[in-house]
């Protein structure tokens, strides 16, 4: 078994996963769009090796391979920018969500000691 | 007017009912809401039992700008005219509320913020908490051409627009420096008026060396992206 078969396998593995996890909703599609999209790349990278040749020979890229390492880097920043960016809009959503649960129970207290 | 004295608290068991105590004596006729930021201690307990109009307990630990901005929510919801926030701690005297509350009530100003260095009041801060004031009155003189002697002060009242922008949209931790750009930015009348404060009368500052590094960095990106943003735009 050779890597390019090794790595084929796991690709499309990881595709088939990623879809599963949309499936049984674990994943929401927004989020998944990412992960669907390296899928892809990988597997058609794995399955055609030329094409990673191809494209490092177009763009002057000597060794192929750093072409790949290159990509995962960008790739892998990408998404951790998207997660923080996820973050931080569920941190505003919670900070509201915590005020508001706090106001209704001081409104519910008020009313009780009310009249 | 109907006015609101916002008091978050956290874990401030041993000052919180002389601060209620002192708010009423000082102005009897304003309701007074405690912002229980999840406190660890008794401080809403303490604060039930001393009888602010009241006490909002928030389920988890916001941070002092989570905190604050509830009362804002609960003073807009309320209707109120005036908002005033005084720390818990027993820092500000509510005897000097009077005084941030005077511009605002002439119609002079929109926001009034209780300045230490206004005027000499024999308060003395440590060093390095003087250098980050003196950099940040710094900042905001050379962001918007105004002085503000005290921006880290937290001991302010506003009115009605501004209960109601801040409802909206406030600054999450170390808000006081930040909210004063924000509000500069939108054209809103900042003014300062001289106060005595005393030191905290229990607890500690929640600031450490570390705190004070990212403080600094945090407020100083903070204000020059509130600076260059478009000021129609909410977050």
Do not use: K, N
């Given at each position: 078994m050779n890597v390019y078969l090794a790595a084929a396998v796991f690709s499309l593995s990881f595709v088939f996963v990623s879809i599963e996890l949309i499936r049984r909703q674990k994943l929401q599609e927004q989020y998944a769009l990412l992960w669907l999209t390296l899928g892809v790349l990988m597997t058609a990278f794995s399955l055609f090796p030329h094409l990673l040749q191809w494209l490092s020979q177009a763009i002057r890229?000597?060794?192929?391979?750093s072409l790949l390492f290159a990509v995962g880097l960008l790739f892998s920043l990408l998404f951790i920018l998207h997660l923080t960016i996820v973050i931080s809009k569920l941190q505003r959503r919670l900070t509201r969500l915590v005020q508001e649960v706090a106001l209704l129970e001081a409104h519910r207290a008020e009313e009780r000691s009310g009249p | 007017m109907k006015l609101l004295v916002i008091i978050p608290a956290y874990n401030e068991a041993a000052s919180i009912a002389a601060v209620i105590a002192d708010v009423r004596a000082a102005l009897p006729e304003a309701d007074i809401a405690v912002v229980n930021?999840?406190?660890?201690?008794?401080t809403a307990a303490v604060a039930r039992a001393a009888g602010p109009d009241a006490v909002i307990d928030l389920p988890v630990n916001l941070g002092i700008g989570g905190a604050v901005q509830t009362g804002y929510l609960y003073a807009a919801r309320g209707g109120y005219e005036l908002a005033v926030q005084i720390d818990?701690?027993?820092?500000?005297?509510?005897?000097?509320l009077a005084h941030i509350l005077q511009p605002l009530c002439e119609g002079r100003a929109d926001c009034c913020i209780g300045s230490?260095?206004?005027?000499?009041?024999g308060y003395r801060a440590p060093w390095n908490r003087r250098l980050g004031i003196w950099f940040f009155t710094w900042m905001i003189r050379w962001m918007t051409g105004k002085r503000f002697t005290?921006?880290?002060?937290?001991f302010r009242a506003v009115n009605r627009p501004i209960i109601e922008l801040f409802a909206r949209d406030y600054p999450e931790d170390y808000p006081e420096v930040e909210a004063i750009m924000l509000l500069e930015r939108r054209g809103l009348r900042v003014c300062e008026a001289s106060v005595v404060m005393r030191g905290r009368q229990a607890g500690r500052s929640s600031i450490t060396p570390l705190k004070s590094l990212y403080y600094m960095l945090k407020v100083t990106l903070a204000l020059c992206i509130t600076r260059f943003r478009d000021v129609s735009a909410v977050r």
């Open positions: 890229v000597y060794y192929a391979p | 930021d999840g406190s660890a201690d008794a818990a701690d027993g820092q500000h005297d509510p005897r000097e230490r260095f206004l005027q000499r009041t005290d921006p880290t002060s937290g």
